[in-house]
């Protein structure tokens, strides 16, 4: 499984753009990668997915380049509530495989 | 639609007793996961059921462990005798086979276990 890199911690203000910025060299060709966000006290929670280019939801929005070696995770105008530890996983599709949760990104929203 | 939910939500025991979490998967999901984060580290697999099989125990960390599926819906996961390094919180996450993309596990909240 490829191995992730990703900031340990990260701090912003509320009203700003967050980008979380993961390291993926050694991404196979059929691996996806996939965000998560955690709270204190609950699961992981699944934000995004994407294989290439860019993706966007509700939430947040996934820029991979074109070498895939990176992925950013973009959180627009972050609140207080978006504060929690980021995930940064990658894994092959077709069927199930086991995430490997690194130590993820902890993000700290003020005020 | 619900979602995975966890029993209970947390748990205090005394080392050498028995605990069984419990763990009912979002409807429809075949895929069954238990992880475990103990104080300060990260969170780890411990294993994986596809409907009542297991697919993959590689994560248990001995035989104290002791997981079901019965039925191919909730499962269980018991921990006899329990020791002081088995405290922490355990995840339950599910998903549905998929033919295309990767796999997208939603999970619980987690049970904390203390053990004294």
């Known amino acids: 499984l490829a191995k992730t890199t990703q900031p340990i911690s990260m701090d912003s203000y509320e009203g700003q753009e967050v980008n979380i910025t993961c390291s993926h060299n050694?991404?196979?060709?059929?691996?996806?990668i996939t965000w998560y966000q955690q709270f204190p006290s609950q699961g992981p929670r699944f934000i995004i997915q994407g294989y290439k280019t860019k993706v966007t939801n509700e939430v947040a929005s996934l820029f991979i380049p074109a070498d895939r070696k990176s992925s950013t995770l973009s959180l627009p105008r972050v609140s207080l509530s978006d504060t929690a530890v980021y995930y940064c996983l990658v894994g092959p599709s077709g069927g199930s495989y086991i995430p490997t949760f690194g130590r993820g990104t902890s993000l700290i929203v003020h005020p | 639609e619900a979602g995975v939910t966890q029993f209970p939500s947390h748990s205090v025991i005394e080392k050498g007793q028995t605990v069984t979490l419990r763990c009912d998967p979002i409807?429809?999901?075949?895929?069954l996961y238990w992880y475990r984060r103990v104080m300060g580290k990260e969170i780890k697999f411990l294993l994986h059921f596809v409907k009542e099989s297991k697919q993959d125990e590689s994560g248990m960390p001995n035989n104290r462990f002791l997981a079901e599926r019965t039925g191919g819906t909730y499962s269980t996961l018991k921990v006899q005798p329990a020791e002081l390094e088995d405290s922490g919180v355990y995840f339950c996450a599910s998903s549905q086979m998929t033919s295309g993309g990767a796999d997208t596990q939603y999970f619980g909240p987690g049970t904390r276990l203390t053990v004294l």
């Open positions: 409807s429809g999901h075949d895929n």
């Open positions: 050694n991404i196979a060709t059929n691996d996806y």
